[in-house]
């Protein structure tokens, strides 16, 4: 694992400090979960643009999602 540093603005190390206080956890396990969210985050952005711009992909009509889940 590797250890890095960042510069925060007050408020936001603050809001940090805050939430860290509050869940009972430290502020780099904070920092790492938020980090780690942002990468999963655009891990599937990525993988849903790829199915959106696949050549093959199927399409299913609002209409379709409605009845299939019976909405």
């Keep these: 694992m590797r250890v ?12 940090v400090e805050k939430l860290a206080n509050v869940k009972g956890i430290t502020t780099k396990k ?20 790829e199915v959106i711009h696949a050549k093959n992909r199927e399409y299913v009509s609002a209409e379709q999602i409605k009845s299939r889940f019976g909405l």
Excluded: F, V
């Design 4 to 15: 890095t540093s960042i510069k925060l603005q007050d408020d936001t190390m603050a809001w």
């Design 30 to 49: 904070i920092l790492s979960d938020l980090i780690e969210e942002a990468r999963q985050d655009n891990e599937d952005y990525e993988e849903a643009m």
